[in-house]
């Protein structure tokens, strides 16, 4: 399909630069917040599909990873509770989360989610889809999701992707991310922007 293209295309991009701009070392350690323990796309847990070092990677994930662990036993896998991450400050020299941060809550858990990454890891790379984007990554539905989420929720209660209304995503803006970034105590960042036929598909961020 061309999503799943489009997609694949886009992945591999943000897998580039995070390893011009992270430079991963053999020795490095990495945390994976939010990986899938069912594969519903080619490109789910590209980061374990794609890194050569996956005895170096720690999986975390607020879902059961059986079927996760039988497909990247090298991988350590963790199961945690969506708040608080169970390692000790610095416990890793590189955060790596790939279109989690939307998923995690509203405002407040968002915020928490960063502060939990940023007090975890030395580095931290992580990816979140643009709301200002013209399509809706995963609904695949057009501008609807640039209407307040009240009405975008009750819209796809008549729609097959009922499902994507709620708590199950909270899309954020350039301006949005930013104020997170600043609510959980982060200044020193750099946010990259991943295009697609001249729109701001998704944002890459370096902390």
Not at 11 to 25: Q, W
Not at 31 to 59: H, Q, R
Not at 166 to 186: P, T
Request: glycine content about 4%; proline content about 5%.
């Amino acid at each position: 399909m061309i999503a799943n293209l489009i997609s694949k295309n886009n992945r591999t991009s943000k897998y580039k630069l995070f390893l011009d701009v992270i430079r991963p070392l053999e020795s490095d350690k990495i945390l994976d917040v939010g990986v899938n323990n069912w594969e519903y796309s080619p490109v789910d847990n590209f980061l374990e599909k794609n890194y050569p070092y996956l005895e170096n990677i720690t999986a975390l994930s607020v879902d059961t990873n059986e079927e996760f662990k039988k497909r990247y036993p090298k991988v350590n896998s963790i199961v945690y509770d969506g708040f608080y991450f169970p390692f000790e400050d610095k416990s890793f020299d590189i955060g790596w989360s790939n279109a989690v941060i939307e998923h995690v809550g509203d405002i407040e858990r968002q915020v928490l989610f960063l502060k939990e990454l940023k007090r975890t890891c030395k580095r931290v790379y992580f990816t979140t889809p643009n709301r200002y984007f013209p399509f809706e990554v995963h609904t695949r539905y057009p501008l609807i999701h640039w209407l307040p989420k009240r009405i975008f929720d009750r819209i796809l209660q008549f729609t097959p992707q009922k499902w994507a209304s709620g708590d199950y995503m909270y899309l954020l803006s350039r301006k949005k991310l930013e104020k997170i970034l600043k609510e959980a105590g982060i200044t020193d960042y750099k946010i990259y922007k991943n295009r697609f036929c001249g729109f701001t598909m998704d944002f890459s961020i370096i902390i």
